[in-house]
């Protein structure tokens, strides 16, 4: 039978490149790019004090450009190409049309897709680390910081997990889309980071309203809905289980914001925006380790812990921790990323279906990817525990890595530039560090004492209009 001829094969699309997932995964791809720009761009914008706007959008735009230039340059197939050791692969470029080309390493679709689809993964996780730095830190060691820890720490948890050939791949760890990868490493590398920059001044951190909730809430809307490219397009193609990853991802993260929603009125008596937003993100993170490899029943157990088990550590325990207390983390991403990361791949590693396993991994010893939960229901308790101790395997790799990295990494920018901004830069924010603000008619104190009338009404023929405009801005 000859096939119509859009699906007969050409040089442009040859035998082995389906056509639906090569467009799925490009629009997964670019649904994760809008979670960053704009998405992750106007809620740090809009999240933070008026006087810190442009800084913290500036630094998520700059660190998307950054990590795109370092990704073809080195750091793809430092994640994905020939092993060099069991946790890093060999740097190289990723620029030529015959390498790009080509059939990816893993789906029907050519490797410039998958160069493409993995850098928004890349540049989403500095973005994230940038939210427990913001308010503070010298845009410059942020320049340098960036590219750095993209080289040393991310390819290494990439290579590690994401690459048949990486070590804890090999162990059989499970991360279904980054809950390691992505929200550990930059939960884990916010937090040292904070550390080594050092806090936000003292009236910052005693009081540090956002500028615009109503911004921040479109960035988070563009957060959630662009979390269906984020897991939907790691199975890498358009099957039944990308659909039940994006179906789990939503119900998790809807209960988990529900749950936070609930514990908020409970203990203050008053619905928080910024806990919702706090809810979604933590059920956001803790079902992307497993999205695609756990019943839905089980997103909902899982948005239930994810949404308290974080609550419960950034509103109590946090005041009750020196270490917590002391490390100036913004805008929590040590609860928020890190902890429900943890959650996220403890909860895979018990949670996980056998059969789910199969339709995701796609490889003849599938059966190893059993949950603890299923091991104890089918008598193969050993095999659930290999599994749970590969996950916490992958948690103690992934936070060291990122201590240690970090730290490193730190240590040497701050003997070219300081990493904190100084005491003057502090108090101003981005007028002093850019030359520009983010709302410029007019500043909060002003009186409107002497303000102009500017409109269409001319004052002679229209006194009435122009008399009730200036009333109305003496009274504000």
Request: glycine fraction near 10%; include cysteine; charge should be neutral.
């Amino acid at each position: 039978m000859k096939l119509p001829s859009n699906l007969s094969p050409d040089e442009a699309s040859p035998e082995w490149m389906n056509k639906g997932d090569n467009a799925w995964q490009l629009t997964a791809a670019t649904l994760v790019g809008l979670q960053c720009v704009p998405g992750l761009v106007i809620l740090y914008g809009g999240m933070v004090k008026k006087k810190w706007a442009i800084n913290s959008a500036f630094m998520a735009l700059y660190a998307f450009a950054s990590v795109l230039i370092c990704w073809v340059g080195w750091g793809y197939r430092m994640s994905f190409g020939d092993k060099l050791v069991a946790f890093w692969g060999k740097p190289s470029v990723a620029l030529d049309e015959k390498y790009l080309l080509r059939q990816a390493f893993l789906g029907y679709f050519p490797t410039a897709t998958m160069v493409f689809f993995q850098f928004v993964f890349a540049a989403i996780t500095p973005i994230l680390i940038a939210g427990a730095l913001l308010g503070r830190m010298n845009f410059i060691a942020w320049m340098l910081f960036v590219p750095l820890w993209h080289t040393f720490s991310y390819t290494i948890g990439a290579f590690s997990i994401w690459c048949p050939d990486g070590w804890l791949s090999k162990l059989g760890v499970i991360d279904f889309a980054g809950g390691f990868v992505i929200h550990l490493s930059s939960g884990v590398a916010g937090f040292t980071a904070a550390y080594w920059v050092g806090p936000r001044l003292d009236k910052d951190r005693e009081r540090f309203p956002p500028n615009n909730i109503l911004m921040m809430l479109a960035g988070a809307g563009l957060l959630w809905m662009g979390w269906t490219g984020f897991n939907g397009g790691a199975p890498y193609t358009a099957s039944t289980d990308a659909s039940l990853a994006i179906l789990n991802t939503h119900v998790c993260t809807a209960t988990s914001l529900l749950t936070w929603l609930v514990l908020d009125i409970a203990v203050s008596g008053k619905p928080s925006v910024i806990g919702a937003v706090n809810g979604m993100i933590t059920g956001l993170v803790c079902i992307t380790p497993g999205a695609g490899v756990v019943q839905s029943w089980a997103a909902i157990l899982m948005g239930l812990i994810s949404g308290s088990v974080p609550w419960y550590t950034m509103t109590i325990l946090h005041k009750k921790v020196k270490l917590l207390r002391h490390v100036d983390d913004t805008l929590s991403v040590f609860h928020t990323h890190a902890l429900a990361g943890i959650l996220g791949g403890i909860l895979t590693g018990f949670f996980a279906m056998p059969k789910l396993c199969r339709l995701f991994y796609l490889v003849p010893d599938w059966e190893r990817y059993i949950g603890l939960a299923y091991g104890l229901q089918t008598g193969q308790t050993s095999a659930g525990l290999r599994q749970m101790g590969a996950q916490l395997a992958g948690i103690g790799f992934i936070v060291c890595l990122n201590i240690v990295t970090t730290s490193l990494v730190c240590l040497f920018i701050k003997l070219i530039v300081p990493l904190r901004l100084d005491e003057g830069v502090l108090q101003i924010g981005d007028d002093a560090i850019h030359g520009e603000e983010a709302y410029v008619l007019w500043d909060d104190e002003e009186k409107y004492e002497n303000t102009q009338v500017n409109s269409a009404y001319d004052a002679d023929e229209y006194p009435s209009a122009v008399s009730k405009t200036l009333s109305e801005l003496q009274m504000v």
